[in-house]
């Protein structure tokens, strides 16, 4: 079992940045595949980011791309969303994931362990 667990939101101001955390524990998420994903009230859950095991590749949602990029530190097991320029419209619960597939996961259908979230919000 792997447990994630998602530090590091908070209530920000429109263009501010924001880095989010998630820390792995109980196993080694060295081979996995890992993802950010994001839920806003009154909305279904979707995909921010995924990264795969060696960090070579990694995919955004375009409402992100080119303001947020995903890195991981293996040897801490943790994995981090960099966010910045952020917009009203990023506010949600973001919710980091983990998946036994190596390779870099979009379909949260795919992902086997997830944290209980971090709420960001982001004022105009």
């Known amino acids: 079992q792997v447990q994630l667990v998602e530090s590091g939101g908070g209530l920000v101001q429109a263009g501010d940045s924001l880095r989010l955390s998630c820390a792995a524990s109980?196993?080694?998420?060295?081979?996995?595949?890992m993802g950010w994903f994001r839920q806003a009230p009154g909305k279904q859950r979707e995909f921010v980011a995924t990264?795969?095991?060696?960090?070579?590749?990694?995919y955004y949602a375009d409402s992100v791309k080119g303001r947020f990029t995903i890195s991981r530190d293996n040897a801490k097991n943790t994995v981090f969303l960099q966010m910045g320029s952020l917009k009203p419209e990023d506010t949600a619960v973001y919710y980091c994931?983990?998946?036994?597939?190596?390779?870099?996961?979009?379909?949260?259908?795919?992902?086997?362990?997830w944290g209980q979230g971090t709420q960001v919000t982001v004022s105009s």
């Open positions: 994931a983990a998946s036994v597939r190596s390779r870099a996961v979009i379909d949260s259908m795919n992902y086997d362990y």
């Open positions: 109980g196993r080694t998420i060295n081979s996995y595949a």
């Open positions: 990264i795969g095991w060696s960090a070579r590749s990694t």
